[in-house]
């Protein structure tokens, strides 16, 4: 074989691996950009799925009157154990979409904060802690409807149990929104990840979860479990958060997926072939 042939099938097989590994770098980022897509819309249906559990089969939007007896509360669950545990399985699912959201926001304040996220990684562990603080309240009031013909006394144990550690324990949420609010107004990039207003807003969504910490003084008015301030404004905070995040995460996912296939500025646009990277040998 002439030097000449041979010159040219090495640049061939040079061609052929480069525009391979081009090809399994874009299968690989369209994979993750497809995911991170998958895991922000995990929001919304969780919304969705949560309405469905809690207030159209449950019938707990809002839950039982905290100064509702021990019979009252019995005869709730005896009424319809069947819906109530429908409901209260939704719920539990339904939490369980909150750790793909949860993560694509860790993968987005990552990016923020760059190699020591610190702030991120406590918004994980913190975010995964929301998602027992929705799971087991429900299994509570799940194990109350499992078996109706308890005593009311024991009913309504069950009961107070679970809407207790549902909306009483509201201190995890409250760090997490702080954090990622904190995260958000640090990205000092002329572009943003995330714009600047939203740093206050999570903010603003973790101090209206605040008020819960208080219930457990009060059976009636605006902070007890049924009042204004536990369930009203934070149901409404929360689903907020859900839908402008999501909002947000995909415009995030889709300015970064921009960013990672724009050719490189310091060439000019132009990415050069791996041909024209081979010096030529002196004349």
């Given at each position: 074989?002439?030097?000449?042939?041979?010159?040219?099938?090495?640049?061939t097989?040079?061609?052929?691996?480069?525009?391979?590994?081009?090809?399994?770098?874009?299968?690989?980022?369209?994979?993750?950009?497809?995911?991170?897509?998958?895991?922000?819309?995990?929001?919304?249906?969780?919304?969705l799925?949560?309405?469905?559990?809690?207030?159209?089969?449950?019938?707990?939007?809002?839950?039982?009157?905290?100064?509702a007896?021990?019979?009252?509360?019995?005869?709730?669950?005896?009424?319809?154990?069947?819906?109530?545990?429908?409901?209260?399985?939704?719920?539990?699912?339904?939490?369980?979409?909150?750790?793909?959201?949860?993560?694509?926001?860790?993968?987005?304040?990552?990016?923020?904060?760059?190699?020591?996220?610190?702030?991120?990684?406590?918004?994980?562990?913190?975010?995964a802690?929301?998602?027992?603080?929705?799971?087991?309240?429900?299994m509570?009031?799940?194990?109350?409807?499992?078996?109706?013909?308890?005593s009311?006394?024991?009913?309504?144990?069950?009961?107070?149990?679970?809407?207790?550690?549902?909306?009483?324990?509201?201190?995890?949420?409250?760090?997490?929104m702080?954090?990622?609010?904190?995260?958000?107004l640090?990205?000092?990039?002329?572009?943003?990840?995330?714009?600047r207003?939203?740093?206050?807003?999570?903010?603003?969504?973790?101090?209206?979860f605040?008020?819960?910490?208080?219930?457990?003084?009060?059976?009636?008015?605006?902070?007890?479990?049924?009042?204004?301030?536990i369930?009203?404004?934070?149901?409404?905070a929360?689903?907020?958060?859900?839908?402008?995040?999501?909002?947000?995460?995909?415009?995030?996912?889709?300015?970064?997926?921009?960013?990672?296939?724009?050719?490189p500025?310091e060439?000019?646009?132009?990415?050069?072939?791996?041909?024209?990277?081979i010096?030529?040998?002196?004349?």
């Amino acid at each position: 074989m002439s030097p000449a042939r041979s010159d040219a099938g090495h640049t061939t097989l040079s061609d052929d691996r480069h525009a391979a590994l081009s090809d399994d770098r874009h299968t690989t980022r369209s994979a993750a950009v497809a995911t991170q897509r998958a895991c922000a819309w995990c929001g919304p249906a969780l919304v969705l799925i949560c309405l469905l559990g809690l207030a159209v089969f449950a019938r707990f939007a809002p839950p039982p009157e905290p100064a509702a007896g021990p019979a009252d509360i019995a005869a709730i669950f005896r009424e319809s154990p069947t819906a109530i545990r429908i409901g209260m399985m939704l719920m539990v699912f339904g939490a369980a979409l909150l750790g793909p959201f949860i993560a694509v926001i860790s993968a987005h304040l990552r990016r923020i904060e760059g190699p020591r996220p610190t702030l991120t990684y406590l918004q994980l562990v913190l975010g995964a802690c929301f998602i027992m603080e929705i799971i087991f309240p429900m299994m509570a009031v799940q194990t109350a409807a499992y078996r109706p013909e308890r005593s009311d006394v024991v009913q309504q144990v069950l009961n107070d149990y679970g809407w207790l550690t549902f909306f009483g324990v509201a201190s995890t949420a409250f760090v997490q929104m702080v954090i990622i609010g904190v995260v958000i107004l640090q990205d000092t990039r002329p572009t943003p990840v995330f714009p600047r207003w939203s740093g206050y807003f999570n903010v603003w969504v973790g101090l209206a979860f605040t008020p819960g910490t208080v219930l457990v003084f009060f059976k009636s008015g605006p902070l007890a479990w049924t009042g204004l301030f536990i369930f009203w404004i934070p149901f409404a905070a929360f689903f907020a958060w859900l839908a402008i995040m999501t909002w947000l995460l995909l415009e995030a996912i889709a300015h970064e997926t921009a960013e990672e296939g724009a050719p490189p500025a310091e060439s000019g646009g132009v990415t050069p072939s791996p041909a024209s990277s081979i010096t030529s040998p002196p004349s």
